[in-house]
Nanobody, 121 residues
Framework: QVQLVDSGGGLVQAGGSLILSCAAS????????MGWFRQAPGKDREFVAG???????YYIYSVEGRFTISRDNAKNKVYLYMNSLKPEDTAVYYCAAARGSFVLGVRYDYWGQGTQVTVSS
């Protein structure tokens, strides 16, 4: 099992930056692909970015070039660097873990508690 704790959210003006962190427990973190998801009020949760166990990264189009996902297997952490933030990025952000090599089209079994990101215009 993996337990995930999200942190790093906050209030930022449009154009600003935030770094989200996700700390994972357990000794098998390196065998999980990791993803960041977000859910805005009144909307479904959506995939934002993912990183495979091999380090391949994936992003939704709306954050491509602005967000960067990375992982540090030695520290059992995954990060989401968010730059040039827009009001439409406002949401609760969740990290999640999926067994195996794939980031897309897989079931994420473990979830963090979420961290609020609010971008003011």
């Amino acid at each position: 099992q993996v337990q995930l704790v999200d942190s790093g959210g906050g209030l930022v003006q449009a154009g600003g930056s935030l770094i989200l962190s996700c700390a994972a427990s357990g000794r098998t973190f390196s065998s999980y692909s990791m993803g960041w998801f977000r859910q805005a009020p009144g909307k479904d949760r959506e995939f934002v970015a993912g990183i495979s166990i091999g380090g391949s990264t994936y992003y939704i189009y709306s954050v491509e070039g602005r967000f960067t996902i990375s992982r540090d297997n030695a520290k059992n952490k995954v990060y989401l660097y968010m730059n040039s933030l827009k009001p439409e990025d406002t949401a609760v952000y969740y990290c999640a873990a999926a067994r195996g090599s794939f980031v897309l089209g897989v079931r994420y079994d473990y979830w963090g508690q979420g961290t609020q990101v609010t971008v003011s215009s």
